[in-house]
């Protein structure tokens, strides 16, 4: 919130929104990562350490150059535009058969919304004065995207995304967190892992996002349970007596 992300999320017209996951920590982490690489670097060329500071807002913050660059020249805040994208059109999620199915397509240039409606079966479209080029297409978003929603709601996502992606449109479907889990492309590569807990079994859940050498790195165990590492943690690494783990437990300070 604090480093603008919102004041450039949302629909135009509409209220700012707040991403739906938790983009922030993760994407502060690779910072931290290349902090410290470049703090390794440092030392192996001077030997001398350095502190490394990173803050969640200021890593933020970088990801809105254009909108911090808009308003540096001319003053000018940038609007919302919800799915939609300032220099292309179409650009946007549409609905699809069924309940809660979309698929997002995101059309660069002329040839590639020539190929879109073919696919779509509306060749017209390309001769419509109001959709023959990139810019006629960004003045007239309101009158193009029902349009193509009228097709793809007639289908399912991945028949729409199939179709696009034979002509070289780029489309993909919008998925939810259970068809994530059992997308066979992520399970193939291994992203998809199954650890098996103690208490409830195998669960799927997402793994690491590299991979190493044609490898994924693996899931060594589910999270733990609570107090599985009392014994551990308190008298293998803080070398605590038995008999005081043990006054420990039975006065319920751990459990």
Not at 116 to 135: I, K, M, N, Y
Not at 156 to 178: I, N
Not at 194 to 199: T, V
Not at 214 to 224: E, F, L
Request: glycine share 10%; charged share 20%; with cysteine.
């Amino acid at each position: 919130l604090f480093s603008g992300l919102a004041s450039v999320t949302g629909h135009k017209g509409s209220h700012p929104r707040i991403m739906g996951g938790l983009f922030p920590d993760a994407f502060s982490g690779c910072y931290c990562v290349l902090a410290l690489l470049e703090a390794l670097y440092h030392r192996a060329k001077t030997g001398e350490g350095q502190y490394i500071e990173v803050a969640m807002t200021e890593a933020l913050a970088t990801i809105l150059p254009e909108a911090v660059m808009e308003y540096a020249l001319d003053g000018t805040e940038p609007e919302r535009v919800g799915n939609r994208h300032k220099e292309k059109a179409p650009h946007n999620v549409f609905r699809c058969q069924g309940e809660e199915n979309w698929v997002a397509i995101s059309v660069d240039g002329d040839s590639q919304f020539q190929a879109l409606a073919q696919a779509a079966g509306s060749p017209g479209w390309v001769d419509d004065p109001r959709f023959a080029t990139s810019e006629a297409r960004l003045g007239h978003q309101d009158e193009l995207d029902p349009l193509i929603e009228n097709w793809t709601k007639g289908l399912q996502a991945p028949d729409v995304v199939v179709r696009l992606q034979a002509v070289g449109v780029p489309a993909g479907p919008v998925l939810d967190s259970a068809q994530v889990l059992a997308d066979p492309h992520m399970i193939d590569r291994g992203f998809v892992q199954s650890p098996d807990h103690p208490e409830v079994g195998p669960r799927p859940m997402g793994a690491f996002a590299w991979g190493v050498d044609g490898g994924r790195p693996g899931v060594a165990r589910s999270a733990p349970l609570l107090g599985e590492h009392n014994r551990k943690v308190i008298q293998e690494l803080l070398q605590v007596p038995d008999h005081e783990f043990k006054r420990l437990m039975e006065q319920g300070v751990i459990g």
